[in-house]
């Protein structure tokens, strides 16, 4: 049934969910707390096959409420042809100590997420497996309001993009690698007693999506800042100031993100 979740937890103490087939439906695993009541933890996800449903693979959703949830591992299942495999809720302040890890995620020939986490603190994502066939896909998509994780070594074959971080501060991704390199900039346009000039940067190698991106005016004759702007992909570009009218040379940069 389209409508139907086939495992769905409102309130317990420690479960285990081990070694279940599930097929078709609209969740296969939903996690949704009782606004009022005890708080719980403990939750162990392991060895499941999970396939064909209309939604999620696996759901950890927070109604309103105060109610929080910990301490919640998600390892080695197998989840076919579901829109999104994992997700959490992107409601902050609710959900910690996650770990998912060598899990098998396919995503269905439309737009989808392998893994999503919504909102969460202190989780770990390492050593899983996601396959995109079609449409727009996301391998692993971190919400900005996400803090202190760390995303591993993990496989995608087909996604859109590998790891789209709104988090990128506080979240980790190990996966990730830096560009860097210098590019010549002439500060002489007139800023009160100060002069600015701009430079077009292209990265050597486009990134799966926008980086974050430092600059320095290192080398640059009187330079005192740089920043950047229009960040892309593929480049960016690159703002200076000097206290120097002509003043030029080499500014400095570095990207981090996925390729």
């Known amino acids: 049934d389209a409508n139907c979740t086939a495992i769905y937890q409102a309130n317990s103490g420690g479960l285990k969910i081990i070694g279940n087939k599930i097929i078709g439906g609209n969740t296969g695993y939903r996690l949704q707390p009782a606004s009022t009541g005890i708080s719980t933890i403990d939750l162990v996800i392991v060895g499941n096959s999970i396939e064909n449903q209309v939604n999620y693979g696996i759901f950890l959703e927070r109604p309103l409420g105060s109610n929080t949830f910990g301490n919640v591992v998600i390892v080695g299942n197998q989840i076919g042809n579901d829109p999104v495999g994992i997700q959490t809720d992107a409601v902050a302040g609710w959900l910690s100590r996650i770990t998912i890890c060598g899990n098998q995620v396919t995503l269905p020939a439309v737009d989808g997420v392998g893994i999503q986490i919504g909102a969460a603190s202190s989780f770990l994502i390492d050593g899983n497996e996601i396959f995109g066939q079609s449409g727009t896909t996301y391998g692993i998509s971190i919400g900005s309001s996400c803090t202190g994780g ?23 991704a190990t996966n990730s690698v ?14 009160a007693s100060l002069y600015s000039g701009t430079a077009s940067v292209t990265y050597a190698t486009a990134f799966d999506a926008a980086p974050v991106v430092h600059c320095s005016a290192n080398a640059v004759a009187g330079g005192v800042a740089a920043w950047p702007t229009s960040i892309t992909k593929t480049g960016f570009t690159l703002n200076c100031i000097s206290t120097t009218n002509g003043g030029g040379g080499n500014a400095a940069w570095d990207a981090q993100g996925i390729v």
């Open 178 to 191: 830096s560009q860097t390199g210098t590019v010549s900039v002439t500060c002489s346009t007139a800023q």
């Open 150 to 172: 760390t995303i591993g070594i993990n496989s995608f074959t087909n996604c859109t993009y590998k790891v789209s971080n709104g988090a990128p501060t506080v979240v980790f």
